[in-house]
Nanobody, 118 residues
Framework: QVQLVESGGGLVQPGGSLRLSCTAS????????MGWFRQGPGQQRELVAT???????NYADSVKGRFTISRDNAGNAVYLQMNSLKPEDTAVYYC????????????WGQGTQVTVSS
């Protein structure tokens, strides 16, 4: 089972940018879905963005136009470029894998904290 490690979180001012990375312990080229999720203080975990190995992407309405997901199958990594950050983006961000279109996200990283504050 692949293991995932997120990095790139930190403290950023509103309007700033961060790039999160999720590095897998094995090839992700055969994994159908790679996703970024987040969980803010006192909130449920929510989907942020997903990328399939068929080249499709999907975004939560709250991040469309500001966040971009990309995956490097050769490099075993998936990234989340976050621009125009807002205080409400503050959360722990997790990456996860989905083996097939018909299964749930089942493998999760440990998360990386993103704090947007002045």
């Amino acid at each position: 089972q692949v293991q995932l490690v997120e990095s790139g979180g930190g403290l950023v001012q509103p309007g700033g940018s961060l790039r999160l990375s999720c590095t897998a312990s094995a090839s992700i080229s055969g994994i159908y879905g790679m996703g970024w999720f987040r969980q803010g203080p006192g909130q449920q975990r929510e989907l942020v963005a997903t990328s399939t190995n068929r080249g499709t992407t999907n975004y939560a309405d709250s991040v469309k136009g500001r966040f971009t997901i990309s995956r490097d199958n050769a490099g075993n990594a998936v990234y989340l470029q976050m621009n125009s950050l807002k205080p409400e983006d503050t959360a722990v961000y997790y990456c996860a894998t989905k083996q097939t279109p018909f299964r749930e996200y089942s493998t999760w990283g440990q998360g990386t904290q993103v704090t947007v504050s002045s």
